[in-house]
């Protein structure tokens, strides 16, 4: 399996792990983690929960682009090193928003986010350098 496939696969893990600060935020409420209602507790979380569950949510709409980015790259330039390296970008920069996101470090966090959107965009560009 290439690089960029297995950072596909990372990616569709981060859509569920980044939901992990938003969750134990939930689990510290009074009554702890509600799993009968848990889009209202989430409605009701302020500071680090609120901005992990943010986070999460972005999370999930990045996705489907960096997918997209992903197979362009696969098809029209399998084995490529670029799509590698951008692939694996994205993947980084994820993991630092999510984490930049929860710790409310703003500007910083909106670099970040743009270096991952750059990294989906280059990986549609595929066609243009090829394998």
């Known amino acids: 399996m290439s690089l960029p496939l297995w950072c596909l696969f990372i990616a569709a893990l981060l859509v569920i792990l980044s939901k992990a600060p938003a969750m134990r935020a939930m689990a510290r409420m009074q009554g702890g983690y509600d799993n009968q209602h848990p889009r209202a507790q989430q409605a009701s979380l302020t500071g680090a929960g609120a901005r992990g569950l943010a986070a999460h949510q972005n999370t999930i709409e990045a996705f489907p682009m960096f997918a997209a980015g992903v197979i362009v790259a696969e ?16 993947i980084a920069s994820r993991i630092a928003y999510i984490g930049l996101y929860v710790a409310n470090i703003a500007t910083v966090r909106s670099l970040v986010w743009a270096a991952g959107y750059l990294a989906s965009l280059g990986l549609m560009l595929a066609p243009l350098y090829g394998s």
Do not use: E
Not at 75 to 90: I, K, M, P, Y
């Open 75 to 90: 098809v029209f330039a399998a084995g490529s090193t670029v799509a590698g390296v951008l692939a694996v970008l994205f």
